[in-house]
């Protein structure tokens, strides 16, 4: 059981290396575009204080964290070239301290807003009607 301990914190350094890499490699300008857009929201959302599905719901609430973020970064990583991903992975190695992602709260935040207007919305629909 210590070795899948072991394991399981090795890949979650992983991950924290690589999403302040596509962080670093949004904002280069030898990323591609597509690769920036994809990039970039994979970091925003990974960073952002607020999850899609917060973390108290049972099952769900970890599916970002387990399957969502590890996939995207997987896309993100194919899209920017070996040596460049290689060189923001070392570049994110060194930074000391995990950048924080407003426009991902910000882009978390209307997601919800929305989500609870159109509940609102059909509760009141189907309720009043």
Do not use: C
């Amino acid at each position: 059981m210590v070795v899948w301990l072991d394991s399981a914190k090795q890949w979650a350094r992983i991950i924290k290396r690589d999403v302040i890499a596509l962080w670093l490699a949004a904002r280069d300008g030898r990323t591609p575009i597509a690769a920036k857009i994809v990039a970039g929201g994979i970091a925003a959302y990974a960073l952002s204080p607020i999850d899609l599905i917060p973390d108290f719901i049972p099952i769900f609430g970890y599916l970002d964290d387990l399957l969502i973020v590890p996939l995207g970064i997987l896309l993100a990583t194919r899209m920017i070239s070996v040596a460049l991903m290689s060189e923001f992975r070392a570049a994110a190695a060194d930074k000391a301290e995990r950048p924080v992602s407003r426009a991902g709260l910000l882009f978390m935040l209307v997601i919800w807003a929305l989500l609870t207007i159109f509940a609102a919305w059909v509760g009141w629909k189907y309720l009043a009607g």
